[in-house]
């Protein structure tokens, strides 16, 4: 009788699990069957890792046969540069080994070299042509005075059709500053490109979200890109693609990057995240190079006092520090704040403000900073509004040489009234600042006798080339109607002391693109052999500093209308780096960016959410631009769809997450 007892309540309790299990494993198909995309595990120091060993084992399949007549030859090996190639051979005795690129002139042809050791050859090719087959002539010139030569062919796809156009207006290469030109986007409709003294397309970055207004060449040869406004990492990457490292950042990176002496990073920044009513883009946060580490923090709301400005058109950017540079000579961080049309230069060390630079705060009376605010001496000066790119061209104890991009934003006549962009102007201009006598005096400008054509609202840059004294001008935002459609387009030129234009470039839209902007334009050496000072499958890359992490919130959205409208997030980025879920993107309407504003106003929000939980985390943002960073560890398991909000609309998008 115990026997069968037991018998019947063993079978209840397998038929209770069986059940169970059967319901679990219900729930868990209904809960991992949705026909959205699954987000994978993604390590991009990995991935190229792997990628640089698949190149050396297809390879060796033939290492016999790689000569440097007959070279393996693998182009855009990291799928980041299409103008770029990696050619490998066998070589029995160490070389120099001279490339040249063959190119439409002489001015247009680049020759470099690269070091090698017996064994595998690995050359970087940089700039080729696109859509063409390009000529490279290989040299390997040995120790015993001996040398092998060959002439290769690398053919390269056409540019893509959304790419910007550049008509050339003026090249006069032999008054030109030798190198090539570095042309940064400004927003995603533009690619970040090297072009030559012919306008032609040399390199171009293929991927445009990740490659801004803050990317700049590292004094290495190295770039150092970064997405403007998001807490995305700044990748120091060169122009075959392998990236050595990534810089986290807790918060924004935004408008400008600065390479110090010792090497270490000035980046504009934020306070932390922005919370709902703060202030932003008032802040510089100078990063260790080694380690990532945030070594100090300059918050100007505390350098200079906060004031708001009742008259501002966003309160929030009562600053918008747009530049910053490094004064060695005198220890000091120099930056620029284009709502206060003001330079403002600080001590590195104790933030003390050495001098002020502003038309703003010289007429308006800030009596706490009177004392800093430098007074206009000489003929024809004129003041600054709205500038960016502020450099140094030299400088000692008494006297600081500055160049800048005056945009002339807001600029007054003499009567103090605003003067409309029909007649308005922009120039670059370079001030010699007097610091015993806190004077400063206008002694060169460039831009204002091109009127209206040449005016850039925003962005642009104006750097002083230190071989000929020549200047490279990026007026990067110019405004024309198009069949009433508003379109952004913009110009490169480099002029002599004089004035005279040797090199110019108009930059216009592509047919699917309202935007063809140019944040600044740059002069740099196409090749630099120490940025490619590595060996495939040998270096993996590594992660710095400290990331930002979305925090959780509790809100409730059950009130929100479940509908997707024509505003909708578009995703750049959907990676797992472990326990980390990173999503960033902005919101659009259809195909068109939507400029500076969040559709139907409050902070985007994500939401993780299955039938069971949900989890809402609220947003790095900045303007249209979102970022989240979810550490997933602190999640239950389960698969969950990812989602976003606002105040009053709620959208689906294509991903769900699985948290293991």
Known sequence: MKKRRSTIAFRIIAGIILVCGVIFMAFRFFESTSDRNGIEEFDIFQNQLERELEIIADYNKNKDTWTIQNPYIVTDPYDFNPLSALVLFEITHDAEIEVTIVGDDEYATFTYSKSVVSGRAEIPIIGLYAGRTNNILLRANFKDNTEEASEIEIKTAELPSDFQKLNLIESKPEKMEEGITLTVSNWNAVYTALIDHNAQVRGFISDKTIAHSPTMQLNNGNLLIAAHYTSDPIVEVNWLGKIFREYEMPRFNHHSLYEMPNGNILSASFINSIPTGATRQDTVVMIERETGKILKEYDFREILGFIPDPDAEEPEDWLLLNGVVYDEVNNAIIISGREKNAIVSIDADTSEINWILSQYYWANDYE????????????????????????VLSSNENAVSLMLFDNGRRRENARGERIPSGNNFSRAVNYRINTNNMTVEQIWQYGKARGAGFYSEIVSSAEHLGSTGNRLIASGSNEVLVDDVRILRSTVVEVTQNGEVVFEVAVSEAPQNIQAGTFKALRVPLFSSHSFNYTLGQTKGERLGQSFVSPQIDIAIDRIEMETPEWGPDI???????????????FRKHEEEMGLSIPYGGRIHMVLRNNRREYIFESNLERNTFHFNVDLSELRRGTYEIDFFTSDRYFESEYKIKNR
């Open 572 to 586: 750049t980025r959907a990676d797992r780096q472990g326990n980390r879920l990173i999503i960033t993107g902005n």
């Open 368 to 391: 706490h900073l009177r004392p800093y605010v430098l007074s206009p001496v000489g003929r024809g000066f004129e003041w600054s509004f709205g500038q960016h790119y502020p450099t």
